[in-house]
T-cell receptor, first 114, second 113 residues
Framework: AQSVTQLGSHVSVSEGALVLLRCNYSSSVPPYLFWYVQYPNQGLQLLLKYTSAATLVKGINGFEAEFKKSETSFHLTKPSAHMSDAAEYFCAVSENTGRRALTFGSGTRLQVQP | NAGVTQTPKFRVLKTGQSMTLLCAQDMNHEYMYWYRQDPGMGLRLIHYSVGEGTTAKGEVPDGYNVSRLKKQNFLLGLESAAPSQTSVYFC????????????FGQGTRLTVV
């Protein structure tokens, strides 16, 4: 069985500060890992994905994440927060065979203070 | 290109009423999913389909039924709505092969009173 743990349901940073959202996963097979962003009253939009190629993955809007197998982590970072980054962020792990469904973490709501 | 479209976007039901949520995708994806989103719990898989005419249960299937009569459509039914089914429902699709991510609809906000 797969699982995802996101540490911190709420994270608040100042505009221009580093953003770090933590994600740890559990998987019995090599995982595919994803970060999705959800703006208020909208669906989920893909930020970036890891699918066993480069361990440092760059996504949209200046976000990146590093896959660390030894730590079973896939933390999301952005060097400088912008007000428009305020949203809820979900880490997810996918089965790369079979039904290929996503297992989601509980989400982290990011607030950006002016 | 519309992607994944869900209807309706909002609905209020009385306890015991029934309804069907429609998901349509125009990307020719084989796999389709229904998730529900509840505060502090992320998204949880209700049912899924790996192709036309096939469906299977996810982690939280009780109280829901699904059908996939056409490849592009995946219907989620509530036969007798309960307040515990108040949630936001998301449909998603993904192609069979490769490492492509899932594409999500905009969601349906359902309230059962």
């Amino acid at each position: 069985a797969q699982s995802v743990t996101q540490l911190g349901s709420h994270v608040s940073v100042s505009e221009g500060a580093l953003v770090l959202l933590r994600c740890n996963y559990s998987s019995s097979v090599p995982p595919y890992l994803f970060w999705y962003v959800q703006y208020p009253n909208q669906g989920l939009q893909l930020l970036l994905k890891y699918t066993s190629a480069a361990t440092l993955v760059k996504g949209i809007n200046g976000f990146e994440a590093e896959f660390k197998k030894s730590e079973t982590s896939f933390h999301l970072t952005k060097p400088s927060a912008h007000m428009s980054d305020a949203a809820e962020y979900f880490c997810a792990v996918s089965e790369n065979t079979g039904r290929r469904a996503l297992t989601f973490g509980s989400g982290t709501r990011l607030q950006v203070q002016p | 290109n519309a992607g994944v479209t869900q209807t309706p976007k909002f609905r209020v039901l009385k306890t015991g009423q029934s309804m069907t949520l429609l998901c349509a995708q125009d990307m020719n994806h084989e796999y389709m999913y229904w998730y529900r989103q509840d505060p502090g719990m992320g998204l949880r898989l209700i049912h899924y389909s790996v192709g036309e005419g096939t469906t299977a249960k996810g982690e939280v299937p009780d109280g829901y039924n699904v059908s996939r009569l056409k490849k592009q459509n995946f219907l989620l039914g509530l036969e007798s709505a309960a307040p515990s089914q108040t949630s936001v429902y998301f449909c998603a699709s993904t192609p069979r092969g490769g490492n492509t991510e899932a594409f999500f609809g905009q969601g349906t906000r359902l309230t059962v009173v």
